[in-house]
């Protein structure tokens, strides 16, 4: 079966930077890409990025360029997210989910990992 | 603000039948791209409930149908449960933001 199974939670100091990991198992790991969502305490969900897990390219929401980078490891089928720069309102559950083509629908969700930032 | 504007709350009973709209604009929903829609219980990661407007995935209730017209979309849900008490976000895609996945704000389902 499908699952997407992130890192562990994860408290950072402002200005930081954090790499959240989601390992994927039970599909071909470069058939499919990989999108990137936040959710802050309470809030909704924003849409961070995607990337081409067979190519290894991405594209990043406006608000986010210049502060996120996604890899993957085809070897281990792991992707990566890293946020640099952290600050406050940086604080939140990060999601992976498998997307196609950077289009949606997210047929699967990581469990989510919480990143705090805090002095 | 979300691109895509969905009411912030909605409420029934038991039985039932609600609505959840999701308006977006030329740029997205009305430039022809799909809506999808997704559940989110209280602590858990969402979870696809249509795919492409109106596909259920295996194992979605027929309880749950989605339908898209113009520049909106629509999640309703028939004979309500408890269960179903949860956040519903719409989804779709934004050719504005530099080619940019846009989710609704969420709709919090009360059961009352």
């Known amino acids: 079966q499908v699952q997407l199974v992130q890192s562990g939670a994860e408290v950072k100091k402002p200005g930081a930077s954090v790499k959240v990991s989601c390992k994927a198992s039970?599909?071909?790991?470069?058939?499919?890409?990989i999108s990137w969502m936040r959710q802050a305490p309470g809030q909704g969900l924003e849409w961070m990025g995607w990337?081409?897990?067979?190519?290894?390219?991405?594209n990043f929401a406006e608000k986010l360029q210049g502060r996120v980078t996604m890899t993957r490891d085809t070897s281990t089928s792991t992707v990566y997210m890293e946020l640099r720069s952290l600050r406050s309102d940086d604080t939140a559950v990060y999601y992976c989910a498998r997307d196609t083509s950077g289009w949606g629908p997210m047929w699967y969700w990581g469990q989510g990992t919480l990143v705090t930032v805090s002095s | 603000q979300s691109e895509l504007t969905q009411p912030p709350s909605v409420s029934g009973a038991p039985g039932q039948r609600v609505t959840i709209s999701c308006t977006g604009s030329s740029s997205n929903i009305g430039a022809g791209y799909d809506v999808h829609w997704y559940q989110q219980l209280p602590g858990t990661a969402p979870k696809l409930l249509i795919s492409a407007n109106s596909n259920r995935p295996s194992g979605v209730p027929d309880r749950f149908s989605g339908s898209k017209s113009g520049a909106s979309a629509s999640l309703a849900i028939t004979g309500l449960q408890a269960e179903d008490e949860a956040d519903y976000y719409c989804q779709s895609y934004d050719r504005s933001l530099s080619g940019s996945v846009v989710f609704g704000g969420g709709t919090k389902l009360t059961v009352l």
């Open positions: 990337i081409n897990t067979y190519k290894g390219n991405s």
């Open positions: 039970g599909y071909t790991f470069i058939n499919f890409g």
